[in-house]
């Protein structure tokens, strides 16, 4: 009978009880095999670079931004990134899949739910907590979200490029790239180019 490798798992860093039960739960199973944990954020890209798990799990409250989660995601394709969030609102989970995370839990999800969307992530599968998946009401008690373009328009205004840089850059027209850049603005709180890039920028 063929042994089955396990999974290796990389756990970022979370609050003292939350990341004690997380490195219980991951002991414990042994279809997974913990190969780093408690990494701070400052360290999670070379970390990741250095074993190339199949799946991260990421403390949420430690990213400059959910567009963070493209950059990690086009970095490491091979590794399914598996979000923890104190409250996540569905539509906050849904931007965090389309950025490229496999899957999107509460920080209170049971520990047992836990375990399977970890297996279920490195499958490659999306999971989403029972509130996203449901069909409710649209959310409207959460902040207005970035699309995915809009983050790519946002992550190159905050790098200094014009817009006419932006434009050849994704292949659209300088008046598309105003648009998006309003939308982001707007969405963001901020009236200037100079308040945008005063904000804190994702790892490139």
Do not use: W
């Not at 190969?35 to 670079?49: K, N, R």
């Not at 205004?157 to 790239?177: D, K, P, W």
């Amino acid at each position: 009978m063929l042994q089955r490798v396990p999974i290796p798992v990389v756990l970022a860093r979370f609050e003292d009880i939350v990341g004690l039960g997380l490195r219980a739960l991951i002991d414990d199973d042994d279809n997974l095999e913990l190969v780093a944990s408690d990494i701070p954020h400052e360290a999670l890209y070379s970390v990741l670079e250095r074993h190339r798990p199949r799946v991260a799990i990421l403390n949420f409250g430690s990213l400059a931004s959910p567009v963070e989660l493209r950059t990690l995601h086009r970095a490491f394709p091979e590794t399914r990134l598996l979000v923890l969030a104190n409250r996540p609102h569905p539509s906050e989970c849904r931007q965090m899949l389309s950025f490229g995370a496999t899957a999107c839990l509460a920080k209170s999800t049971e520990a047992r739910d836990v375990l399977h969307a970890i297996h279920l992530a490195s499958r490659g599968l999306h999971v989403l907590p029972p509130a996203a998946n449901a069909a409710a009401a649209p959310d409207l008690t959460g902040p207005e979200l970035l699309t995915p373009r809009e983050a790519e328009v946002m992550e190159l205004l905050q790098s200094g490029r014009s817009n006419a840089e932006i434009a050849h850059e994704l292949h659209v027209s300088v008046e598309t790239v105003r648009t998006h850049a309003r939308r982001v603005y707007r969405k963001l709180g901020v009236r200037t180019r100079r308040e945008l890039r005063a904000r804190p920028a994702v790892h490139s």
